[in-house]
């Protein structure tokens, strides 16, 4: 590697993050405007990057003769399948971990959402009709049981939420579950020992029972 670090940006920039970056020593940053679609960059822009940061590759991937790393922004890796990297002594890395909160939040969201019956609820205030004492309106989801169908990042961060609001959480999964080992997370979310669950089902059975509280 040279003793600058090139570094090709191809998705949103974060301003904060991109200043910080470009004010390290020794690190050259270069923005394209991004697409969330595969597309050829020029190839004399790609020559020299040794860090891309990106969605998906440039259909010009060959053109990346000095690449070491590429960083995605997607959990998920397909893009990546074809391309042959360690073959090519690159390296690559997910955002695995990095959508727990937003996408865990979003569930426990949906949730109370769905026990008040928010949809009606806002059609009511649009139709001026300001009190109700429907029981569908005043659903609690304290007590309870959420199912997870798997428990990785965004079904820890999930149970851990849930147990805050007081509900019992059952996750579905095919191994026991345990630490979460060397995978990103963000310090005091989501469930690294694997010890909120109250139970744990595998396929078509019970495997243990996890937690202590009821």
């Known amino acids: 590697m040279s003793e600058t670090?090139?570094?090709?940006?191809?998705?949103?920039a974060h301003e904060v993050?991109?200043?910080r970056l470009r004010a390290m020593a020794g690190v050259k940053v270069t923005l394209v405007e991004p697409q969330e679609k595969v597309r050829p960059l020029p190839a004399e822009l790609l020559h020299g990057v040794n860090i891309l940061f990106c969605t998906f590759p440039p259909q010009n991937?060959?053109?990346?003769?000095?690449?070491?790393?590429?960083?995605?922004?997607?959990?998920?890796?397909?893009?990546?399948?074809?391309?042959?990297?360690?073959?090519?002594?690159?390296?690559?890395?997910?955002?695995?971990?990095?959508?727990?909160?937003?996408?865990a939040e979003w569930n426990i969201a949906m949730m109370v959402n769905l026990a008040r019956n928010l949809r009606q609820t806002i059609r009511n205030q649009e139709?001026?009709?300001?009190?109700?004492?429907?029981?569908?309106?005043?659903?609690?989801?304290?007590?309870?049981?959420v199912g997870?169908?798997?428990?990785?990042?965004?079904?820890?961060?999930?149970?851990?939420?849930?147990?805050?609001?007081?509900?019992?959480?059952?996750?579905?999964?095919?191994?026991?579950?345990?630490?979460?080992?060397?995978?990103?997370?963000?310090?005091s979310v989501g469930d690294p020992e694997g010890v909120l669950p109250h139970r744990v089902f595998g396929p078509g059975q019970e495997l243990e029972f996890l937690g202590c509280a009821t």
């Not at 959990?75 to 727990?100: F, H």
């Not at 428990?151 to 579950?177: C, D, W």
């Open 5 to 12: 670090i090139e570094m090709l940006v191809d998705v949103p």
């Open 17 to 19: 993050a991109l200043a």
């Open 61 to 103: 991937f060959s053109d990346l003769c000095s690449l070491q790393w590429i960083q995605i922004t997607s959990a998920g890796y397909e893009q990546l399948r074809d391309l042959d990297l360690p073959a090519k002594g690159i390296q690559a890395s997910n955002a695995r971990g990095c959508y727990d909160v937003p996408i």
């Open 127 to 145: 139709a001026k009709i300001f009190f109700s004492r429907l029981a569908e309106f005043q659903r609690e989801i304290r007590g309870s049981t």
């Open 148 to 187: 997870l169908w798997g428990y990785g990042g965004i079904g820890r961060e999930t149970a851990r939420l849930a147990r805050v609001l007081g509900m019992r959480v059952h996750v579905l999964e095919l191994q026991p579950v345990g630490p979460i080992g060397d995978i990103y997370c963000l310090p």
